[in-house]
């Protein structure tokens, strides 16, 4: 508030209380004349000329001060009037300059930041755009001032999104003060209608609870997008680089081991079996690296046929069979009885139960036990995978899902996991249209649970086939 205001309201709450007073003073007035009339004939009854010289001062003062009641209101009125015309002007001109400064600061920190920021009306108008939004849409001032936000950027889902041939809910936050957001796949139209891929939120701008508009802000993640593609197609051609001689220095290994060039000692034997059990984690290494690339570039297909999912964890458990002896582990395998075969892709699926199960083997103590369960849920099929082993520490419990959770090196067991197996299979199970969980207690032990529709899996082309561990 500045100093014109100030001084106005003063002025007002003056005559205001002098105004109460005229009019207290009058109504004593007005209350005291039968009391001053009776009073009088007393005295003139009794002939008392004190009484009556009292009354007489009494009404004099009553009186005297009403009128000076009367002309300080006056007076403060005719104050007020002259402020009004002279100084009400300058307090004027002071708000607006004010209100310009305001603006000015306002349009300094959004020129500040990054992310393309718009204002817009309850129509969708662009009342406002910062430089960073101008110079993500290609245009200038001109051609988004004023005009509709829906029209010049033309936001929409990209083909990858799942939301693919849906609107954009923008009538959601005027109605339902809602904010969306999404994180990719949302398509702004740029210069010469260039498609820009952004992050995008959208959120009610409120005023007095009153929904005036809105206010959306995007960040260009298409050269994000490009460095990410470009650096899966490094590792995607150095993996293939990588699997030849590897599998060339396997064949060769297990060829010395069984005396193909000539007899061999023991020891020369047990060092040609620690030099086999590392090329074997190499190409799982490289076979996992190829599958991400495979998988984040949308190669890989889905072809689902009727699988008998407990006949396929059978199999696999018998792979295990030998490590699980070793550790004296118990595991356990529960299948519904209402479940029989479901229509999956069995090389996915494979590839999941593999990537949980082979966990659950590394972090699992000696005798310790180990469940699979299968049952209906509802419109899917639920799995899980228990474990008694040492669990995940809190502190790690957010990066599961990430590429090389490096998770393994915090426990005492020792490890030889690539870091890609949750990642891919989270991955798996969303492509497939399910998600993926897990409930971990530190010292106790880890659940991790994933669904995939009864219905199965839908069928998805591709032109890369996943690529599968010979051995395990």
């Known amino acids: 508030m500045n100093t014109h205001q100030h001084t106005l309201r003063i002025l007002v709450r003056l005559w205001l209380a002098i105004f109460l007073c005229a009019i207290f003073f ?20 009794q002939n008392t000329e004190g009484l009556s010289s009292v009354l007489i001062l009494a009404k004099v003062s009553i009186v005297g001060i009403l009128i000076w009641t009367i002309s300080a209101c006056a007076l403060m009125l005719a104050g007020f009037v002259y402020f009004r015309k002279t100084m009400a002007p300058h307090a004027k001109t002071e708000t607006n300059q004010d209100a310009k400064e305001h603006t000015k600061r306002d349009e300094i920190i959004l020129s500040t930041i990054e992310d393309g920021v718009c204002v817009l009306d309850k129509d969708f108008t662009i009342v406002s755009v910062n430089n960073a939004g101008k110079q993500i849409l290609g245009k200038s001032d001109q051609d988004l001032i004023g005009k509709s936000f829906l029209n010049v950027a033309s936001p929409r889902f990209s083909e990858e999104s799942e939301h693919k041939g849906e609107s954009i809910p923008f009538e959601d936050v005027i109605k339902e ?53 470009m650096k899966s197609e490094f590792i995607s051609v150095v993996s293939h680089q990588l699997r030849t001689p590897l599998t060339a220095i396997r064949w060769f ?72 002896n070793l550790k ?26 593999a990537n949980l199960l082979s966990n659950a083997l590394k972090f699992t103590p000696e005798k310790g036990s180990i469940s699979v369960s299968l049952k209906v849920d509802g419109d899917n099929i639920l799995s899980q995978i228990t474990d008694s082993g040492c669990g995940i520490p ?39 249209g399910g998600s993926i969980w897990y409930d971990s207690v530190e010292g106790k032990g880890t659940t991790f649970s994933f669904t995939v529709p009864k219905a199965g899996m839908a069928k998805r082309e591709g032109d890369k086939e996943f690529i599968t561990n010979t051995t395990r």
């Open 26 to 45: 009058t109504v004593i007035l007005l209350l005291s004349r039968d009391i001053f009339v009776s009073l009088s004939g007393i005295a003139r009854f």
């Open 177 to 229: 003060k809602a904010t969306i957001k999404f994180d990719d796949d949302v398509l702004l139209s740029g210069e010469n209608g260039y498609a820009v891929e952004v992050k995008f939120v959208v959120a009610p701008l409120v005023l007095d609870h009153r929904v005036e508009g809105a206010v959306v802000v995007f960040e260009d993640v298409t050269k994000v997008k490009e460095t990410d593609r």
């Open 253 to 324: 290994n297990e060829m010395l081991a069984n005396g193909e060039d000539g007899r061999v000692t023991k020891n020369q034997k047990q060092t040609l079996i620690q030099m086999h059990d590392s090329v074997i984690r190499m190409i799982n290494l490289v076979n996992a690296l190829l599958n991400v690339s495979r998988i984040e570039s949308g190669g890989i297909s889905i072809d689902p046929e009727p699988t008998d999912l407990k006949a396929l964890i059978q199999n696999l458990v018998s792979e295990y069979q030998e490590e699980l």
């Open 328 to 353: 004296s582990q118990h595991l356990k395998i529960d299948v519904s009885k209402d479940i029989h075969v479901v229509n999956v892709d069995p090389i996915l699926m494979t590839e999941v139960y």
């Open 394 to 432: 809190s502190q790690k419990q957010q990066d599961v899902f990430t590429k090389y959770f490096g998770a393994e090196k915090l426990f005492l067991s020792d490890s030889d996991g690539t870091g890609l197996g949750l990642y891919i299979a989270k991955s798996i199970i969303e492509a497939s």
